[in-house]
């Protein structure tokens, strides 16, 4: 069955960089698109972009350019999520979810990784 | 990016319906069938409910029903179950910025 596993909880100073996992199983995984979603406490659900796992080419959402960068591993299935210079106001849970046989289609997500910022 | 507009709160019964809307323009819920909306239960990821504004994933409850009318989509929930309780957030492709989320209603089972 088709499933997303996300990489575990990170506390991080402002100024560092951290680096998110999703490991896709139980499909093809260059043959589905990975969307990022931010989710900031108590907060609604921001699109952030999302990385064609066939080309590796990656979109982001405005206000996600500069200090986000969307990459991939093929080799073990993996898409990734690197926030550089972290701020206070990058804490939030962040998700990634595979875009299905549908244009806005989000039928497969990871449980989210929660990224604390904090000195 | 502006979000789509959606109540921020909605409440119902057990067995009674309840209809959450979600209002953008004509760049995204208006100008294309690619509404999508998600139940999110506490500290849970997001749950695929509808896509392409009326389509049920196979193993969602057909209490579960999508529509649009001009630059607001619905979601009705019929049947109201204590397990409903949860946020729902639509999503829409747009024409701007590609993907946008609606900011979330949370609803009540009363």
């Known amino acids: 069955q088709e499933q997303l596993v996300q990489s575990g909880s990170e506390l991080k100073k402002p100024g560092a960089s951290v680096k998110v996992s999703c490991k896709a199983s139980g499909y093809t995984f260059t043959s589905y698109a990975i969307h990022w979603v931010r989710q900031a406490p108590g907060q609604g659900l921001e699109w952030m972009g999302w990385i064609n796992t066939n080309t590796g080419n990656p979109t982001y959402a405005q206000g996600f350019t500069g200090r986000f960068v969307f990459s991939l591993d093929t080799s073990v299935r993996k898409a990734y999520l690197q926030i550089s210079s972290l701020k206070a106001e990058d804490t939030a849970v962040y998700f990634c979810?595979?875009?299905?046989?549908?244009?806005?289609?989000?039928?497969?997500w990871g449980q989210g990784t929660l990224v604390t910022v904090s000195s | 990016q502006s979000a789509l507009t959606q109540p921020a709160s909605v409440s119902g019964s057990p067995g009674q319906s309840i209809t959450i809307s979600c209002t953008g323009t004509?760049?995204?819920?208006?100008?294309?069938?690619?509404v999508s909306w998600y139940q999110q239960h506490p500290g849970k990821a997001p749950k695929l409910i509808i896509y392409d504004v009326s389509k049920r994933p196979s193993g969602v409850s057909n209490r579960f029903s999508g529509s649009k009318s001009g630059n607001t989509a619905s979601l009705t929930i019929s049947g109201l179950q204590a397990e409903d309780e949860a946020d729902y957030y639509c999503?829409?492709?747009?024409?701007?910025?590609?993907?946008?989320f609606g900011g979330g209603t949370k609803l009540t089972v009363l």
């Open positions: 999503s829409s492709y747009t024409s701007r910025t590609l993907r946008v």
């Open positions: 979810a595979r875009r299905g046989d549908g244009y806005n289609k989000f039928d497969f």
């Open positions: 004509s760049s995204d819920v208006g100008g294309y069938d690619y």
